[in-house]
């Protein structure tokens, strides 16, 4: 190859051979799909997809980062192929939550943007989509209490993944100078985790407008001849408002947590998982000592631990604890059969575990 042109009729032919192997691709998902829907099993299966993605990472032809972008793409596509999925998620469109359920399940599903998380639980226990997205904690401000409430109520939901999502702010306004910005619309968690950007930029001093969602804030700015908004970049881009700043986020480190939820059972495989419950203790002393005494004699690691208040009884509580193990693992399988006797513990789902 000499010249450009070269080039190009090479990756015209490459392209080509591509799109032919995907061909094939698809008329074996479709094999794929008969048999699963003939066995009665789910087409969204976490723990199929990380083998592959492992495994092709394994052979070192190109960085982890681009294997997982190009193919969790291509196994998104293929697997609305075998049955066109919806996803709900806590919307609006464009926040966080969004580009999580984007980032599990790709451009070849439905996605139902929904008001409130617990919304999206129903639609999930109604069966009125295939599966539901919504946050369970942020590293800087903690966990979201109404996903572990419902998580206690509705027991037919179980959590079946995980996804981490570096959370990134932008400050996108149709202005071209931070001097002519007269309001700033946010959602406070979003302006309180860009203190120290509007503080350098003199920032501070301008009106501040709370939102619902940082996607709103994008919307409302749109509409604001001299506003702006802290949001992320998916939003920006979706009400078309021109970006002055990304990354203003305090901690570069700002990461959420969310979970995949649905009705099925994920399977035990090779992989590395954790589990998570709801575990109430007998109200004594050393009730949660007992509880906790119980994991390490099991040699099995706590990851989380998180008290919740019981709503429909005074000053009572509920621990929300995450830990390494699957439910089918034996030494998982004794701590809940022992919880049995002095306690209560809900077994809210196993997935596998995000590094």
């Known amino acids: 190859m000499k010249t450009l042109k070269d080039c190009r009729v090479e990756l015209d032919k490459i392209d080509d051979e591509i799109l032919e192997l995907l061909g094939r691709r698809a008329k074996i998902v479709q094999k794929v799909a008969e048999i699963k829907h003939a066995e009665g099993e789910s087409v969204y299966k976490p723990q199929r997809e990380k083998e592959i993605l492992t495994r092709l990472k394994s052979q070192n032809k190109l960085d982890d980062t681009a294997v997982d972008a190009i193919f969790s793409e291509i196994i998104a596509v293929f697997r609305s192929l075998e049955r066109p999925e919806k996803i709900a998620f806590l919307g609006p469109e464009g926040t966080n939550t969004h580009q999580a359920a984007r980032k599990k399940f790709g451009n070849g599903v439905s996605y139902l943007p929904l008001s409130s998380i617990e919304a999206v639980f129903e639609v999930v226990k109604n069966k009125e989509v295939g599966y539901g997205v919504v946050p369970i904690e942020n590293n800087t401000d903690g966990v979201v209490g109404v996903t572990l409430d419902c998580l206690g109520r509705y027991d037919e939901i179980k959590i079946i993944a995980e996804l981490h999502l570096d959370v990134h702010h932008s400050l996108a306004t149709n202005l071209g100078d931070t001097k002519k910005i007269t309001r700033i619309y946010s959602h406070p968690q979003g302006y309180n985790q860009c203190r120290k ?25 749109g509409k604001d001849p001299t506003g702006a908004a802290i949001c992320p970049e998916m939003a920006a881009k979706l009400y078309e408002l021109p970006i002055l700043f ?53 040699n099995i690691n706590i990851t989380k631990i998180e008290s919740r208040p019981l709503k429909e009884e005074s000053f009572e509580y509920v621990f929300y604890l995450d830990f390494e193990g699957h439910i089918d693992d034996e030494n998982v399988q004794q701590i809940m059969q022992k919880g049995r006797g002095a306690h209560q513990i809900k077994w809210l789902g196993s997935y596998i575990k995000e590094v």
């Open 197 to 221: 950007f509007l503080e350098s930029h003199l920032l501070m001093d301008v009106e501040f407008v709370p939102t619902k969602s940082t996607a709103e804030a994008a919307k409302l700015a």
């Open 246 to 298: 990304n990354k203003i986020e305090d901690s570069a480190a700002n990461k959420t947590r969310f979970f995949v939820l649905g009705d099925a059972k994920v399977e035990n495989s090779t992989e590395s998982y954790k589990t998570s419950v709801l575990a109430k203790v007998e109200n004594r002393p050393g009730a949660l000592v007992e509880l906790l005494q119980s994991f390490q004699d099991k």
